[in-house]
């Protein structure tokens, strides 16, 4: 198993996935912004709120499905959670 990764990494990997929802936000000219992604998240209070987001997010384009149920599985982990106590599940990995 791999180490708990740091602040830092967090933080980083943090910005790459908001620039990568950001961008796809853009492309597919989605009336949702990268706030509301991460507000479905923090608040988040069952499974089926990850299928909202992977709904804010596709198109309905087949060929665009991996690229967004990777990034909103990213978000989903890197992301804060209130549930966890302002922290993102790669947080409470051990």
């Not at 499974?47 to 309905?60: C, F, K, N, W």
Request: charge should be negative; proline fraction near 5%.
């Amino acid at each position: 198993m791999s180490e708990k990764p740091t602040k830092e990494e967090i933080s980083k990997e943090r910005k790459e996935i908001e620039k990568c929802i950001v961008g796809l936000l853009k492309r597919t000219k989605s009336d949702f912004s990268l706030e509301d992604v991460k507000d479905v998240i923090y608040n988040e209070k069952e499974q089926e709120d990850m299928m909202h987001i992977m709904a804010m997010l596709d198109r309905g384009r087949p060929d665009e499905l991996p690229e967004v149920l990777e990034l909103v599985t990213d978000a989903w982990n890197y992301f804060p959670h209130k549930t966890l106590g302002g922290k993102c599940p790669m947080e409470m990995t051990n």
